[in-house]
């Protein structure tokens, strides 16, 4: 009769991505005996891949200890549990060669995937830690400092130790004692406004001075038992990666990764990444583009830093779900960020540009020509209307606002890019800092350049970054 092995694995990573680790442990099934255990630092990966790491290793583990066993997986990864049992697709290209190297361990009649609570999972958990805190130290985790609590009435080790594989001691039964993390604060920037000299517009929506929003002072957000952020957005500052990191090398260097850190007593906030379409033909004129123009599609060069945009969100790994404004414009931004990233898109009618009337096409310097009196009226009151009926600043915020409160309900504690236009995003930024309407006049905001706002339970906002544009660069 085959023997019967339960693998529960986890996978961790403080920042996600950042200082990663998984842990595994193989169990008897039918003695609760822990037969062996594995854990690892792996350098900076995102959560997903860690926990696939962690799998992968946990099967290995009991393959070495008999091929011919049938294995039952725990996880409490519902992303990993779903999708190597086949009712969930696997898009994400790092995740792809995990699952078909953990699915090739085993023939697939032998395993098995449930998925439990983390509470339920508190010994790979655990042992994830260990990697990580060994990571810290510069060590690599053994099985002599471990300190991972065996279930309910111990687990006495009796197999022999296999290739990168610790074997689990005699351990005392104790209570499981959850590890703890020091959180960090974030504390947004302060957009710092320009001084208005109208007439030299963005294209889209004129713009007068340049406004910067302030880099956050990130500090760390916490997951219990991990101190580890899932599913959330990487901290800004210098982090540690590695180059094809192995059991046994690892190269450690040091890179610059701007992102988006979030206050864990605060809870999990919606976080917006806000992405302003690529280069039309019109933007590098400078023309008004609303929603009522011609729907210009990229140029090449737009298209090159839709797909730059995307390689960059694909370094982060921290985007969960994808929106865009139904012009051209955005739904082709969209799909090129979204092919790299493996997401479907989402088309928001509440996320297109203001309709800018008769000026649309027209330079600012075409308009103040032909329309002097409304030119002058519009950049005086935010309820003044574009010549011919177009779409007020006030109505774009009214309309900017009822999305804003309907996708942070629909995405809470989720990390959502929303690739839309110039006026909307500034708009977003404006109403987080509380800032009066003419800001938008203070603000420059450049093609592909990437924004965040989070948006917490409490009612509260902070920017956490505004017209970035170093993705674009070569």
Not at 198 to 225: C, V
Request: without cysteine.
């Amino acid at each position: 009769m085959a023997r019967e092995f339960i693998v529960e694995a986890d996978g961790g990573s403080r920042g996600n991505p950042g200082p990663a680790g998984y842990g595994a442990v193989v169990i008897d099934a039918a003695t609760g005996e822990t037969l062996a255990e594995t854990a690892e630092y792996l350098g900076v990966v995102t959560n997903n891949v860690a926990e696939y790491r962690g799998l992968l290793a946990g099967l290995r583990a009991a393959h070495a200890l008999d091929p011919t066993a049938t294995v039952h997986v725990r996880m409490d990864s519902k992303l990993v549990i779903e999708q190597m049992s086949g009712r969930w697709k696997i898009k994400h290209p790092d995740m792809k060669p995990l699952a078909l190297a953990a699915g090739g361990v085993f023939l697939p009649d032998q395993v098995t995937y449930e998925w439990i609570p983390r509470d339920r999972n508190k010994h790979a958990d655990r042992l994830a830690n260990e990697a990580m805190d060994a990571g810290k130290r510069g060590e690599q985790w053994s099985a002599s400092a471990s300190t991972a609590e065996l279930d309910a009435g111990g687990r006495a080790a009796h197999s022999s130790p296999t290739a990168g594989t610790a074997t689990a001691g005699t351990a005392t039964a104790g209570t499981a004692t959850a590890g703890t993390a020091t959180a960090g604060t974030a504390t947004a920037g302060t957009a710092t406004a320009g001084t208005a000299t109208a007439g030299t517009p963005t294209a889209g929506t004129p713009t007068a001075g340049t406004a910067t929003a302030g880099t956050p002072t990130a500090g760390t957000a916490t997951r219990e038992g991990r101190g580890e952020t899932r599913d959330r957005p990487p901290l800004s500052g210098t982090v540690a990666t590695t180059d094809k990191p192995t059991a046994d090398t690892r190269a450690a260097r040091t890179v610059a990764s701007p992102g988006w850190s979030s206050a864990p007593d605060l809870g999990a906030p919606a976080t917006f990444v806000l992405l302003r379409h690529g280069e039309t033909p019109l933007t590098p004129q400078k023309r008004f583009s609303g929603s009522g123009g011609t729907d210009p599609a990229l140029s090449g060069i737009g298209q090159d830093q839709a797909r730059r945009v995307g390689e960059a969100l694909a370094r982060r790994g921290t985007i969960e779900a994808i929106l865009a404004s139904p012009l051209t414009r955005t739904r082709q931004t969209a799909a090129a960020v979204a092919d790299r990233l493996g997401l479907d898109v989402t088309i928001d009618d509440g996320l297109k540009e203001t309709d800018f009337g008769a000026w649309e096409g027209l330079t600012f310097g075409e308009v103040r020509e032909r329309y002097p009196d409304d030119l002058t009226a519009w950049l005086a009151d935010p309820e003044a209307h574009p010549t011919g009926g177009g779409e007020s600043f006030a109505e774009t915020a009214t309309r900017i606002a009822a999305t804003r409160d309907r996708l942070v309900a629909a995405y809470a504690g989720r990390t959502v890019l929303l690739v839309t236009h110039v006026t909307p995003i500034k708009t977003f930024v404006r109403l987080a800092l509380g800032a009066p309407a003419k800001s938008l006049f203070r603000m420059e905001l450049s093609a592909a350049s990437l924004s965040a706002v989070a948006y917490y339970a409490d009612g509260n906002a902070s920017v956490r970054l505004f017209n970035d544009t170093s993705h674009l660069r070569p």
